[in-house]
């Protein structure tokens, strides 16, 4: 969130300036704007700070739910990767265990209603209570139908909110023991899902736990061939395109089924978060080039977990359930003038780079 504010200050500073020809207002307007940026998220990390030891304090849940309003309006339109998803056969394996393990019996929330298939396995499994809020109007109206057509809509409360815009006890009257959620993108930051856990917090009972509970970000040194360019290749044969060999050098980039591993090395956890604890919303973690020598590039991919279930988007061997539509990514590195790469997370966005 923060990088997304800083370029949305600085592009429509500097469009400014290239209209009008005012580089030295653009600076000035530049500094304002970074100020006002950094001044608006200092205040919404106070306020965070002090939603972790008062949770049930009204006021700065709502000051906190109307920063985000301006920042994520609700959308009213499709998504497209929800059909994908839908027939992501373990994907929706994993949740449905997850729910028969868990929500029997249980007070259960869930952020991210979606057309309502995670809600249909919790209420599957008979839960004392449960909650869904999905943001988007356009999918909040399906899901309603859904669960109106299959005589469901009477078994849960369902809201169109945003789960920042859930207030304890104005919109539900109990708290919950579980809050489940699938809010991974595959730049598994992107859709906020670690701000969105921590304000939720507030909405758990003290023993309440999210599931699932761990995320962790992994990373496998490997060699590849880059089948990408080989249409281009054979078709402007009289060509030399060695140049585009490293093209996507110090990018992360689709792991397509054109690029084939010839050789791996084991897995490094990059970032391991225990959403049921006191997380960082940014953190930072360096991979040594010694690691690094003799690979060409970096498999990169998420793991969610809870207990012996884990859900992941690449086959790293001990993952039971590897989703596919959400696919995963390689960082091409240089391997000639190896660096130290650095990762780096905050509140939407995953950042790879050499140092
Ligand atoms: C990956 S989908 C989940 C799909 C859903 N569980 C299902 O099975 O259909 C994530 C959903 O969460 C919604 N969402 C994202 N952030 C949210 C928030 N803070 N509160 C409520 N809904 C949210 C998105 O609009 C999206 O529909």
């Given at each position: 969130?923060?990088?997304?504010?800083?370029?949305?200050?600085?592009?429509?500073?500097?469009?400014?300036?290239?209209?009008?020809?005012?580089?030295?207002?653009?600076?000035?307007?530049?500094?304002?704007?970074?100020?006002?940026?950094?001044?608006?998220?200092?205040?919404?990390?106070?306020?965070?700070?002090?939603?972790?030891?008062?949770?049930?304090?009204?006021?700065?849940?709502?000051?906190?739910a109307?920063?985000?309003?301006?920042?994520?309006?609700?959308?009213?339109?499709?998504?497209?990767?929800?059909?994908?998803?839908?027939?992501?056969?373990?994907?929706?394996?994993?949740?449905?265990?997850?729910a028969?393990?868990?929500?029997?019996?249980?007070?259960?929330?869930?952020?991210?209603?979606?057309?309502?298939?995670?809600?249909y396995?919790?209420?599957?499994?008979?839960?004392?209570?449960?909650?869904?809020c999905?943001?988007?109007?356009?999918?909040?109206?399906?899901?309603?139908?859904?669960?109106?057509?299959?005589?469901?809509?009477?078994?849960?409360?369902?809201?169109?909110?945003?789960?920042?815009?859930?207030?304890?006890?104005?919109?539900?009257?109990?708290?919950?023991?579980?809050?489940?959620?699938?809010?991974?993108?595959?730049?598994?930051?992107?859709?906020?899902?670690?701000?969105?856990?921590?304000?939720a917090?507030?909405?758990?009972?003290?023993?309440?736990?999210?599931?699932?509970?761990?995320?962790?970000?992994?990373?496998?040194?490997?060699?590849?061939?880059?089948?990408?360019?080989?249409?281009?290749?054979?078709e402007?044969?009289?060509?030399n395109?060695?140049?585009?060999?490293?093209?996507?050098?110090?990018?992360?980039?689709?792991?397509?089924?054109?690029?084939?591993?010839?050789?791996?090395?084991?897995?490094?956890?990059?970032?391991?978060?225990?959403?049921?604890?006191?997380?960082?919303?940014?953190?930072?973690?360096?991979?040594?080039?010694?690691?690094?020598?003799?690979?060409?590039?970096?498999?990169?991919?998420?793991?969610?977990?809870?207990?012996?279930?884990?859900?992941?988007n690449?086959?790293?061997?001990?993952?039971?359930?590897?989703?596919?539509?959400?696919?995963?990514?390689?960082?091409v590195?240089?391997?000639?003038?190896?660096?130290?790469?650095?990762?780096?997370?905050?509140?939407?966005?995953?950042?790879?780079?050499?140092?």
């Amino acid at each position: 969130m923060p990088s997304i504010l800083i370029k949305y200050y600085l592009l429509d500073a500097r469009q400014g300036a290239r209209c009008q020809g005012l580089y030295g207002l653009s600076g000035v307007i530049l500094i304002i704007s970074y100020n006002l940026f950094m001044d608006s998220l200092k205040l919404l990390e106070s306020l965070e700070e002090k939603l972790k030891t008062h949770p049930d304090d009204l006021g700065t849940a709502k000051s906190i739910a109307k920063f985000y309003q301006k920042l994520n309006p609700a959308i009213n339109h499709a998504t497209n990767y929800f059909i994908k998803m839908y027939q992501d056969k373990n994907r929706n394996l994993f949740y449905k265990e997850l729910a028969q393990k868990n929500t029997q019996n249980k007070d259960v929330m869930e952020i991210g209603t979606g057309l309502g298939l995670i809600a249909y396995y919790i209420l599957q499994t008979k839960p004392s209570y449960f909650m869904t809020c999905e943001l988007n109007r356009h999918s909040f109206l399906k899901a309603e139908e859904f669960f109106k057509t299959n005589n469901l809509l009477d078994k849960l409360v369902l809201l169109n909110k945003s789960s920042f815009e859930i207030f304890y006890p104005e919109d539900t009257e109990k708290k919950f023991d579980f809050i489940i959620h699938e809010l991974f993108a595959s730049n598994p930051f992107a859709e906020g899902f670690l701000p969105i856990i921590m304000n939720a917090k507030r909405l758990l009972k003290t023993q309440g736990k999210f599931l699932p509970g761990i995320f962790k970000l992994k990373a496998i040194p490997v060699n590849y061939i880059n089948h990408q360019f080989d249409g281009v290749k054979n078709e402007l044969k009289q060509l030399n395109l060695d140049c585009y060999n490293n093209y996507y050098e110090n990018q992360l980039i689709s792991l397509d089924q054109n690029i084939e591993i010839t050789t791996k090395a084991n897995s490094i956890t990059v970032f391991e978060i225990d959403l049921n604890s006191d997380f960082k919303l940014n953190d930072q973690f360096i991979l040594k080039k010694d690691t690094l020598a003799g690979f060409d590039g970096l498999i990169v991919y998420f793991q969610a977990i809870e207990g012996d279930m884990i859900l992941s988007n690449y086959n790293d061997e001990d993952s039971n359930y590897i989703c596919d539509h959400w696919g995963s990514s390689i960082f091409v590195l240089n391997n000639k003038h190896l660096k130290n790469i650095e990762f780096q997370y905050d509140r939407t966005k995953l950042e790879i780079k050499p140092l």
